[in-house]
């Protein structure tokens, strides 16, 4: 199957430093990828879609200037967390949708998530 | 409102036995409806998916079964085993429009030797 590599796993960084998450498509190109935000024992929330060469889309209430995403290449889209504090401590989870033609494909594929940490 | 519901929220089950897990969903536009597998400090995988067309998937010890009428699709593990303990989410979107997945709740299911 298709390989989403996030990189770091996990990051501890003091409060008022921001802090990037990068989300890799190791072996097919992802014009669209989306980042989660995971609280212990809950579900996945979307937080954005990140698409490659445009401007990301938000979802409501997730701050976009505190949540920087960009997606430059279509391997390769980035979450940096600006001035992070405590209540920012989750774990962020990125995927890559691959798409096959001729019929369309919806399957994602997820990267192992980055533990991030505020103290 | 885009939504689906999963229950139940934690599921005990004995080794060899059948976990059962159960979705409902609103936006009849949906079209493609995953389950996913997570460990913890992971990030979830792909266990199955079935689309409308049909009422029942099955790979392996694992099947889903669909009721498009109801609104419900649900899945199913056969002879449960302890590597089986994870939270399982299901999952549902608009394979058409390649929209963003809209995930349940999520299942803790334990899967005791």
């Known amino acids: 199957g298709a390989v989403v590599s996030q990189h770091p796993s996990w990051v501890i960084c003091k409060s008022g430093t921001s802090v990037k998450i990068e989300c890799r498509s190791l072996?097919?190109?992802?014009?669209?990828m989306f980042w989660y935000r995971q609280f212990p024992k809950q579900s996945l929330m979307l937080m954005a879609t990140?698409?490659?060469?445009?401007?990301?889309?938000?979802e409501q209430g997730v701050e976009k200037d505190k949540f920087l995403i960009n997606h430059a290449s279509l391997t390769l889209s980035t979450l940096t967390v600006t001035s992070a504090h405590p209540e920012d401590s989750s774990f962020y989870i990125c995927?890559?949708?691959?798409?096959?033609?001729?019929?369309?494909?919806?399957?994602?594929?997820f990267g192992q998530g980055t533990r991030l940490t505020v103290v | 409102q885009q939504q689906v519901k999963q229950s139940p929220q934690s599921l005990i089950v004995q080794k060899g036995g059948i976990s059962i897990i159960n979705c409902a969903y609103e936006?009849?536009?949906?079209?493609?409806f995953p389950w996913y597998q997570q460990f913890p400090g992971k990030g979830p995988a792909l266990l199955i998916a079935?689309?409308?067309?049909?009422s029942e998937k099955k790979e392996g010890r694992f099947t889903i079964s669909f009721n498009k009428s109801a609104k419900q699709f649900s899945l199913h593990i056969m002879d449960s085993q302890p590597g089986d303990s994870a939270t399982y989410f299901c999952a549902a979107s608009k394979e058409t429009s390649g929209s963003r997945l809209t995930f349940g709740e999520g299942t803790q299911l334990t899967v005791n030797p």
């Open positions: 990140s698409n490659e060469g445009s401007k990301a889309t938000y």
């Open positions: 936006n009849t536009a949906f079209d493609y």
């Open positions: 995927s890559a949708r691959k798409f096959r033609r001729p019929r369309l494909n919806t399957e994602a594929f």
């Open positions: 072996d097919f190109q992802a014009t669209t």
């Open positions: 079935i689309r409308p067309d049909v």
